[in-house]
């Protein structure tokens, strides 16, 4: 083979992986939908809150993931009851609130930026909770660092002290 040619095959390899991420950071292809049901606090109590979504592609978080891969490639039937919403697996999340299970998300899609960036130490330990609980391992090595290594903004934790 061709240097040259190898190098375009090189470049049109990046080229496809790029235009992949891409697609999958602007949440084309999506086939899986998340909804967070009563797990955010809301500010108007008493009122009907209409519940958070996000949409996420199920190849992606069964390969960062091994329960969300035995979620996805599970039985299949009674034991699986599958709801769908616009062709997308529906998951309901009782558990978790919203923002810390998107960011572990985001961290999943190569935010490698939003772990750090967290302003609140709750929320990086509810953080912790979600990757331990969806064997989510860079994740988890990360906030861990980030706690560990204090990474964190400390001006944004504590804005009261100098």
Do not use: W
């Amino acid at each position: 083979m061709d240097p040259e040619e190898k190098d375009l095959d090189d470049m049109e390899q990046e080229e496809l992986e790029l235009h992949l991420l891409s697609n999958l950071r602007a949440g084309n292809l999506c086939d899986v939908l998340f909804e967070f049901v009563g797990c955010d606090k809301t500010e108007n109590m008493g009122q009907a809150e209409t519940p958070r979504k996000l949409k996420a592609h199920r190849l992606l978080l069964s390969y960062i993931s091994p329960k969300f891969k035995k979620q996805f490639n599970g039985p299949i039937g009674k034991s699986r009851n599958i709801e769908l919403v616009d062709e997308m697996e529906l998951i309901k999340i009782k558990e978790f609130s919203y923002l810390a299970f998107t960011n572990c998300i985001k961290h999943a899609y190569g935010d490698n930026k939003v772990i750090g960036s967290c302003t609140s130490m709750d929320i990086l330990f509810e953080m912790l909770l979600v990757s331990r609980k969806y064997m989510m391992k860079k994740c988890t090595e990360a906030i861990l660092e980030t706690i560990l290594v204090g990474r964190i903004n400390k001006k944004k934790l504590f804005p009261d002290r100098n």
